[in-house]
């Protein structure tokens, strides 16, 4: 176990709505980061929070946006959702933001979008 | 552009015996380096990592081994064990300087531990 809580851990959305994943980081973890990981493929960076600010984020569009609450929880919207958003969706915490800062994975909300 | 990858998407070992997982990388500017074990229906989980002023490090029954010459990374896993079967990603550090949180992960390679 983590500590990394992620939620909910499966659903189904309709193309065009919008979702929101919830994450919960290890105890004393100020960072948070959210990967996607699309069927056979290894995770991609989407963005990282450290502080309640966006610190950092991979190439996906603005419909993809975060939140990160004063007690390090983070939240991942999805908005205008495509079929290709389809994938198991991670959230990671860190103790900090600096390279070599162990990066612990919860166990994922999986996406799918019909 | 800057990419992590695996020479092989799958290795089949006999229980008992050690396996070799191999990676390469092509960022030079990657200082940290992880190894995750990701089972079927879970979350990747930190199996060992190594930062970039060393070339190995041991763990349980792991080594990670780091060749920053030829950009290779790989993790050896003695006496396999059938718990071992999953898939194996190696992950960079992109080497910004900044947000550490953007890992770089490989496409994976599968374990499957032949009892």
């Known amino acids: 176990e983590t500590g990394v809580t992620q939620s909910p851990t499966h659903l189904i959305k309709t193309r065009g709505q919008q979702v929101t994943l919830r994450c919960s980081s290890q105890?004393?973890?100020?960072?948070v980061s959210w990967y996607q990981q699309a069927l056979g493929q290894g995770p991609q960076f989407i963005f990282q929070?450290?502080?309640?600010?966006?610190?950092g984020r991979g190439n996906f569009p603005p419909r993809f946006s975060g939140l990160q609450f004063p007690n390090y929880s983070s939240e991942l919207n999805v908005n205008a959702l495509e079929l290709d958003d389809s994938a198991l969706y991670l959230c990671?915490?860190?103790?900090?933001?600096?390279?070599?800062?162990?990066?612990?994975f919860g166990e994922g909300s999986w996406l799918t979008v019909v | 552009g800057e990419s992590v990858g695996l020479h092989l998407p799958t290795l089949s070992v006999q229980e008992g015996d050690n396996s070799i997982i191999n990676c390469a990388y092509s960022?030079?500017?990657?200082?940290?380096f992880i190894w995750y074990k990701q089972e079927s229906g879970k979350g990747p989980q930190f199996i060992i990592d190594?930062?970039?002023?060393?070339d190995k490090r041991q763990g349980q029954r792991v080594t990670v081994l780091l060749n920053k010459t030829v950009k290779h990374l790989s993790l050896q896993i003695a006496a396999t064990q059938p718990g071992d079967s999953a898939v194996y990603f190696c992950a960079e550090n992109n080497g910004d300087g900044g947000s550490q949180g953007n890992l770089i992960f490989g496409k994976g390679t599968k374990l499957s531990v032949k009892p």
């Open positions: 990671a915490s860190s103790p900090g933001q600096l390279s070599g800062n162990t990066i612990y």
């Open positions: 960022n030079s500017a990657s200082d940290y």
């Open positions: 929070y450290y502080r309640e600010e966006e610190n």
């Open positions: 190594i930062r970039s002023n060393m």
């Open positions: 105890s004393g973890h100020n960072t």
